[in-house]
């Protein structure tokens, strides 16, 4: 054990046998190895828990100047459950293969990018470096159940307001190829739920405004603006971040029996559930008008509710996107320091999905969607999640370049870009 990438690799290892699936995370093994790392690396801890029995980690790498505002490096410490006996290799093991593949929950989703900040500075620590801005390490709980209930209490608490965080690092995506993936926006998610009702009726009648007619209405139209968005896609014109999604999810209506459904009776309710996601850069309230109006309009006996409706602006009305241009001196940063480290970041994009980095945009601070895996199948909350070791390694080297780049970076911008226009 004197090759120092060993030690490296065992002690991800470690992290990523402590069964951290929710929905039963062991969350105080998981804290307990965070702050025995932390000890190592003699780095300020606390343990916060804004909800009990979910403990948050905050670490602190204090900088020379601390009026300088700080970066924080978000990870989230859960990990989706697994289904024992698809998997080829224990799912809690870390077994590594003979081509170097690590097996384990959480080797790309993502106990990797919150081991790999701590390697990165253990490595700056080693060679003596000292930051000048102060570097904050957070380890969540709840990310794959929301967040709710880790990063978006700390984004939204005091703690982090004295923080004077001007930037977030959090989850991206493995990359198929040789070169990383970043992203710089959400969409938002709207969850949809519109109801018809009218006046039931013999099956063998023709009448008009039954609730199943008038919901199959909305369906129509909900099926043209999805095509609509879906042609745009599969022209290449917008990518998968960048189109309104629309689908159905459920649709709810007849009147049951034991074995079946009424066949001769018209239902007086029908309902259906639509999930969709927005862009950052789209108009939400046009779309709400289009549902109010088209989808879901009153004259048509129909309403509707959001089961979750999450705005794509930020608190102070603006887009929820982080710029990815010369205007972003962290963005200007990191893919300097990427490629300083001998990789390419590709021009970040508008994730597909969520993450935790939604809840500190939404606070106006700008975040940047980042894991160093290249090469990789994506696997995310797939059987057989893996990450081979060197591109493991090799992104301890490209944290170190980002962690020291950022902890070095002495200008005095605004914590908050948003805050500084009021
Ligand atoms: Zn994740």
């Known amino acids: 054990m004197t090759d120092p990438s060993s030690a ?85 093991g870390a077994h590594i293969d003979s081509d170097g593949d690590i097996y384990a929950r959480g080797t790309q989703d993502m106990k990797s ?48 307001e004295e923080m004077n965080v001007a930037f977030v690092l959090d989850e991206g995506l493995p990359s198929p190829d040789e070169k990383y993936l970043a992203y710089n926006g ?52 917008k990518t998968d971040g960048e189109v309104i999604s629309v689908n159905l999810v459920y649709l709810r209506a007849g009147t049951q029996t034991p074995n079946g459904f009424v066949m001769n009776l018209q239902p007086s309710e029908a309902e259906a559930g639509i999930d969709i996601r927005v862009p950052p850069t789209a108009d939400q309230k046009s779309l709400e008008r289009r549902i109010a109006e088209e989808w879901a309009p ?15 602006v930020d608190k102070f009305g603006k887009p929820a996107l982080t710029a990815a241009d010369d205007s972003n001196p962290w963005w200007v940063l990191l893919e300097k320091a990427v490629r300083d480290s001998g990789v390419i970041v590709r021009k970040p994009e508008v994730s597909f999905g969520t993450t935790d980095a939604r809840y500190f945009r939404q606070q106006g601070v700008p975040a940047i969607g ?33 962690i020291k780049a950022y902890a070095s970076f002495a200008e005095e911008t605004e914590a908050n870009a948003s805050k500084a226009e009021l």
């Open 370 to 402: 980042f894991s160093p895996i290249a090469n990789t199948p994506l696997l995310l909350h797939d059987h057989n999640e893996h990450l081979n070791q060197r591109e493991y390694l090799k992104g301890v080297d490209t944290y170190a370049s980002i």
């Open 186 to 237: 959400e969409r938002s998610p709207m969850w949809l739920v519109i109801k018809a009702t009218g006046a039931p009726g013999h099956g063998a009648k023709l009448y008009d405004n039954t609730a199943m007619e008038n919901l199959m209405k909305s369906v129509e139209s909900i099926r043209g603006f999805r095509a609509s968005q879906f042609d745009m896609l599969k022209a290449g014109l």
């Open 113 to 160: 990018v919150g081991m790999q900040y701590l390697e990165a500075i253990r490595k700056l620590k080693d060679s003596g470096f000292e930051p000048i801005r102060t570097i904050y390490l957070s380890y969540v709980p709840d990310e794959e159940i929301g967040g709710r209930d880790g990063a978006e209490k700390l984004a939204e608490s005091d703690l982090f």
């Open 298 to 312: 009153a004259s048509r006996n129909m309403t509707f509710e959001f089961k979750q409706k999450v705005p794509v």
């Open 8 to 92: 490296i690799i065992s002690r991800f290892q470690e992290y990523l046998r402590i069964n951290t699936a929710q929905p039963n995370p062991n969350y105080y093994e998981a804290a307990d190895f965070i702050l025995s790392q932390a000890n190592t690396l003699s780095l300020e801890s606390q343990t916060i828990e804004f909800v009990k029995n979910k403990p948050l980690i905050l670490l602190k790498w204090p900088g020379k100047n601390p009026n300088l505002p700080s970066v924080l490096l978000n990870s989230h410490t859960d990990v989706v459950p697994v289904e024992f006996q698809k998997w080829v290799h224990d799912p809690f």
